[in-house]
């Protein structure tokens, strides 16, 4: 089956959201004024609802599960919640983390049958005393909590499944529909940050593989005096470096949100595991993959860098969202 979403343009998609303005200029943006919603790829549906959130004085934690919620119930994006593509088994298993100002911070990973797994990943930050819960734990933990089990698997997904059966070939798709797990960040009216991250993981990967999206400090961090960072792509390279964290920590120690990101991708793309733009076991090249990085601080500048051309991100503030193209490693 082929995704209708890869047909829309940059033209169409604006008549469908007159606010929405996009642009390919790749130097940072600075927003110092206001509640601000910036999520990984083209997301405005997903940042709407943030920014309802933040409009009515909301916080940050509540804009970015509601704006995570939208791709996890849209059936067309086949990289997270409900239509998500299944693993090799024809499973549709989902991971997701949420992280607040305080530092409150909950994730669900190998999560079946529950669509908002964003939710139950607050519901264990809010009202358990773990950080994480897995599998079938997660499962009757979100059922205690008052979640509907439903199939997650639509007919259009379980057909390309069934059509990737007939060779069962697996290669990770660079910037696959132009979309990939969400990760979101959002700075409320009060300064306070908080994000979300959540994703169905890749495509006809192994049963029970779990990625970086779930991984606080991989996937998603947040500091609220500092600021907060998120990673989509192929999260085995992400996990290796923390991404997220490392992110984080750079704007710490004086770097700007951009030079973060840049930092992290280098990091990545010229580590022991990668040698010559090759994997040192073998098993690829940096042509194969893809890895986006996106952070803000507390100045509201936003910074964001890729391995490949191809990632674009979200920013919305005070009515206003723009789709920004991500500058890249491989096109120095």
């Known amino acids: 089956m082929v995704n209708r979403r890869r047909f829309l343009t940059l033209s169409s998609l604006s008549g469908l959201f007159p606010s929405l303005a996009f ?35 909301g916080r940050a934690l509540d804009a ?43 994730s669900v990973t190998y999560l079946e049958h529950i669509m908002h797994a964003i939710s139950v990943a607050r519901a264990v930050m809010e009202k358990t005393p773990h950080v994480m819960i897995s599998g079938e734990g997660a499962l009757k933990f979100a059922l205690s909590q008052g979640f509907k089990k439903e199939n997650l698997l639509t007919k259009s997904s379980e057909a390309a499944w069934r059509e990737w059966m007939k060779t069962a070939k697996y290669k990770p798709q660079v910037n696959i529909e132009r979309h990939d797990t969400i990760g979101m960040l959002a700075m409320d009216t009060k300064g306070d940050f908080s994000g979300a991250c959540t994703t169905s993981g890749l495509a006809y990967k192994m049963n029970g593989r779990v990625g970086d999206s779930p991984i606080i400090g991989s996937g998603l961090f947040v500091d609220n005096t500092i600021g907060a960072a998120c990673a989509t792509g192929l999260g085995e390279l992400v996990m290796r470096t923390c991404g997220s964290f490392l992110a984080v920590e750079l704007m710490r120690q004086g770097k700007t949100p951009q030079q973060a990101c840049e930092e992290v991708i280098n990091r990545i793309v010229k580590g022991p595991s990668i040698k010559d733009g090759k994997y040192v076991d073998g098993q690829g090249n940096l042509n194969d993959v893809q890895v986006g990085v996106l952070a803000v601080n507390r100045q509201g500048e936003i910074g964001a860098y890729s391995i490949q051309t191809g990632f674009n991100y979200t920013v919305s503030q005070n009515g206003r969202t723009e789709v920004r193209e991500a500058k890249s490693f491989l096109s120095k």
């Open 23 to 57: 642009t390919t200029q790749s130097k940072p943006l600075s927003y110092a004024s206001g509640p601000l919603v910036v999520s990984t790829w083209n997301q405005p549906k997903a940042n709407a609802a943030a920014e309802a959130v933040l409009s009515r004085g």
């Open 64 to 106: 970015v599960e509601a704006g995570a919620r939208v791709p996890e119930a849209d059936p067309n994006d086949t990289s997270v919640g409900y239509g998500g593509l299944p693993d090799r088994d024809g499973r549709v298993t989902l991971d997701a983390c949420i992280m607040d100002e305080r530092g409150n911070c909950g």
